[in-house]
């Protein structure tokens, strides 16, 4: 029962980052772009029924992911077993960590936790030895879960030799988008002139 609700929670959220790391991608094309095609889909994530929808399946992700972890702590088997573990472990962090303060930074700090609240963290002075790893990895993790996850439910009707080569393509796909939206956010691509709000050291 708790693997089904596991899923059916993922498929939501997937959903959700499906349009997220779309967002992410646009910012290829600038700044504005970025913010206006978020501001452009909060009316439907930030919407009063479906926001805490959201979070709830953000936390009940992370909790039953934890709880299957444990459960099955020095029993895994193979590459991709383990890799559904670590990259399990590792989103149930970055949620945990990246919801909270996407709510602190909106809530109590009063800030648009826009372009420039995810780009802060990854400019030169700031901590970019901590966010480029930490955002980069989520992206990784995200899409190792999903092609564990899918290599798993296909293991019936392709031989083990597909699932490998499309599962080791999906993750490779992930490497190249998490450096790709951290290669944007940090400023490599386009200089960021970050508003004084948003800075954590020196701007
Ligand atoms: C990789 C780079 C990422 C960056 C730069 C980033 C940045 C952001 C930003 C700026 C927001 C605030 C959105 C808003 O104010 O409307 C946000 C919210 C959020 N992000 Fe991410 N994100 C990243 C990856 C992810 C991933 C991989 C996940 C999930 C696995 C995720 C899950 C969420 C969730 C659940 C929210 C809260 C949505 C809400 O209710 O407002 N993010 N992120």
Redesign the pocket.
């Known amino acids: 029962m708790l693997h089904k609700l596991h899923r059916i929670s993922a498929l939501l959220?997937s959903l959700?980052?499906l349009f997220?790391?779309t967002n992410?991608v646009i910012a290829l094309g600038g700044v504005s772009a970025h913010i206006n095609f978020?501001e452009n889909?909060?009316p439907i994530?930030?919407a009063k029924v479906i926001?805490p929808i959201?979070?709830f399946c953000?936390l009940f992700q992370v909790t039953s992911g934890i709880i299957f972890i444990a459960r099955r702590w020095g029993k895994r088997r193979g590459f991709f077993d383990h890799a559904q573990a670590i990259s399990g472990g590792y989103?149930a962090f970055?949620?945990m960590f990246?919801?909270s303060a996407?709510m602190y930074g909106?809530l109590v700090q009063g800030l648009?936790?826009?372009?420039f609240?995810?780009a802060a963290g990854l400019q030169p002075g700031a901590y970019p030895w901590f966010f480029l790893p930490y955002?980069?990895l989520?992206?990784v993790a995200?899409f190792t879960h999903l092609a564990c996850g899918l290599r798993w439910i296909l293991r019936e009707h392709l031989s083990t030799q597909t699932l490998n080569r499309a599962a080791g393509g999906v993750m490779t796909v992930g490497l190249l988008l998490?450096l790709t939206?951290?290669s944007t956010?940090s400023g490599a691509i386009y200089p960021i002139a970050l508003p004084n709000e948003y800075c954590l050291n020196k701007c």
Not at 112 to 115: H, Q, R, V
């Open positions: 959220i959700y980052v997220h790391l992410h978020m889909l909060r994530y930030r926001e959201l979070l953000a989103l970055f949620l990246h919801v996407v909106r648009d936790t826009n372009f609240f995810a955002y980069t989520a992206v995200y998490g939206i951290v956010f």
